[in-house]
């Protein structure tokens, strides 16, 4: 038997972290492509020459330490040096979360929280795909208030990202989140159930 490996993607801030986490705590080994990129900017980053070959100088603060604020300011407006920052680190993070899958027992259930799901390839990977999503207003309120940004900086963001009716249609399983995090539970529980069962998994 192989490990079972739901690849989870959605709306921006549709609570794709939330699902993942819940599916943690119902048994699921939980794989997170944005905190294993964190370690990127981190101030042990070993791209941090080539940060400053896309970004410039600025990139790193007083400390040495790539500026996520600065990175995220740009790319959120520029294609080009979005593009420059997928090839360095994705190729990574992808690299880094099949180390963690391999070294999982066979029987394993894989939680892999992807957010770039289909742009990124990493679908290809996966045993099945979830999008989790919500409406798009109620997706700019809680990326506003959850990140502290503008109304455009979200209309920014979501732009550079897969239209989420494109990511249903290529998703094997869907969960609306526009309600409570006790709903939400409720549906990933029965996924997880589901998917389980039909490996022959009580």
């Not at 790539?66 to 040096?81: A, C, G, L, T, W």
């Not at 259930?109 to 409406?135: N, Q, R």
């Not at 959850?146 to 920014?156: A, K, L, Q």
Request: aromatic share 8%; charged share 30%; with cysteine.
């Amino acid at each position: 038997m192989n490990p079972y490996i739901l690849g989870i993607t959605g709306t921006m801030g549709a609570g794709k972290s939330t699902a993942t986490r819940i599916f943690e705590k119902l048994g699921a080994i939980r794989i997170s492509a944005d905190e294993l990129a964190r370690f990127y900017t981190s101030h042990e980053s070993p791209i941090k020459n080539e940060l400053v070959e896309i970004f410039g100088d600025s990139v790193l603060d007083p400390t040495g330490t790539p500026d996520r604020k600065f990175i995220s300011s740009v790319v959120f407006q520029n294609k080009e040096k979005l593009q420059a920052l997928t090839e360095i680190i994705h190729p990574r993070v992808r690299q880094k979360a099949l180390d963690i899958i391999q070294m999982s027992p066979g029987e394993a259930f894989i939680a892999w929280e992807v957010p770039l799901l289909f742009e990124s390839g990493t679908y290809k990977f996966c045993t099945g795909t979830l999008c989790v999503w919500i409406d798009t207003e109620l997706a700019k309120e809680r990326v506003i208030q959850r990140d502290g940004i503008t109304e455009e900086e979200f209309r920014n963001r979501i732009k550079n990202q897969m239209d989420i009716k494109e990511k249903m249609k290529r998703s094997e399983f869907l969960i609306e989140n526009n309600g409570t995090e006790l709903n939400l539970e409720i549906q990933c529980r029965e996924l997880f159930t589901q998917i389980n069962r039909k490996r022959g998994i009580s």
